[in-house]
DNA sequence: CCAATCAGTGAACACCCGTACACTGAAAGT
DNA sequence: ACTTTCAGTGTACGGGTGTTCACTGATTGG
């Protein structure tokens, strides 16, 4: 039987320094250009440990996957629970948006030039949590006021329309130099404004 | 004196095979991830001829940002010379976008991987171009009917979301299998529903 | 016709890559 | 106490990389 064991743990805390190394690195130049011996390298291990984590650079890849869209839905539940978002739904959207990507650059970060630029793995991981998170979102708005009597693909198609807007602005916060409270606010400002113009068109839609 | 001498067509040619080589190599695997080796082989040439053209990758990757700008400028000028542009704006834009993304997949393709995959110099021109391009667009959005009286931040504000779901939309047909004119359609159906949305919101608007 | 130019050649270099293999030594199981 | 397990080691390999250098030979211009 097991507990605990040191050993385990010690094999975990490797994992996890080969991880966030990965992470660190993919960074500065992408996920897809770092090499495996690097990530061993900067996480403190010879190359060929790598292979007791992982069969590849891919397999990582899809780890790093998982965890950014963990931190993706953490960020979801937690604008749920705040009482400002029945307030405001618009501007506690902003500010968690940016908020969030501002402290889990790494992560977003790292879906944003991967959901393009990565293997074709990492990529159809991405798209397909993504599609996974147009889904979750449609069914929240379908709650909402003007939309409850839409047709489902309407709901779905705003959902997308959100859903790239919130990335391309999680875009911006990701490429924003740091200590720029400026730019932050002029990014939430431009989301607010983009959302509330939206939001303008739902009364009126038809078909 | 030379007019257009023997030599220097060689060498333009070599010049083009270069280019398309890399934008052909590049769809597969992003261009960052191919060398210049694997370039000069596909080009037909050795790859110390390579440096008589580019000084390097990051050069050569500057001109194909600079390509495909040109072809996504001449599919502007080309959707505001054609007539249905003016009796149904959306419309019409949802087919050029559509037709000319699938006519210059490769060049899309490109602009779409590199805007957040490549080096730190193909991604700042492609940045600064599309940043061109919204402020293009703003002066033609600000000379329709609801538009006219809007501030000019707001103008730059809808014409930023209008490209960034260009962008997104040309993603979507840089992905899209060949031959499958059903995903065409619904990838039209749902850019034009989306532009509908957006311009519905403009009566409203205020501030 | 002859000298200069210069696009493209081919060999050589030092380097980093992924992976195979036999290994070590401490924790885990009995 | 002993054996087994297995995370991490160290060496070695073949292969791809960017860049250097001296070169060749057809086109060019006088």
Do not use: C
């Amino acid at each position: 039987m097991s507990t605990a064991g040191t050993r385990q743990e010690q094999k975990e805390r490797t994992r996890e320094a080969i991880l966030s190394s990965a992470l660190t690195l993919a960074q500065e130049h992408g996920f897809a250009q770092i090499s495996l011996r690097q990530v061993a390298r900067h996480a403190g291990v010879v190359p060929t440990a790598f292979y007791r984590h992982f069969q590849s650079m891919d397999e990582l890849g899809l780890a790093l996957v998982e965890q950014s869209f963990d931190t993706l839905r953490q960020m979801i539940r937690d604008a749920q629970r705040d009482p400002d978002v029945f307030a405001n739904i618009i501007d506690a959207a902003a500010e968690v948006l940016v908020d969030t990507v501002k402290q889990y650059k790494a992560h977003f970060a790292f879906v944003a030039r991967e959901r393009f630029g990565g293997s074709d793995a990492v990529r159809g991981a991405i798209r397909h949590e993504l599609d996974l998170f147009v889904s979750e979102l449609a069914v929240v708005l379908a709650r909402l006021p003007n939309i409850e009597r839409w047709r489902s693909e309407d709901v779905q198609m705003v959902s997308r329309l959100f859903v790239r807007n919130m990335v391309y602005n999680a875009e911006e916060v990701v490429e924003m130099p740091d200590n720029r409270p400026d730019l932050e606010e002029r990014i939430k400002e431009g989301a607010r404004r983009q959302m509330r113009l939206i939001v303008l068109g739902f009364e009126k839609w038809e078909s």
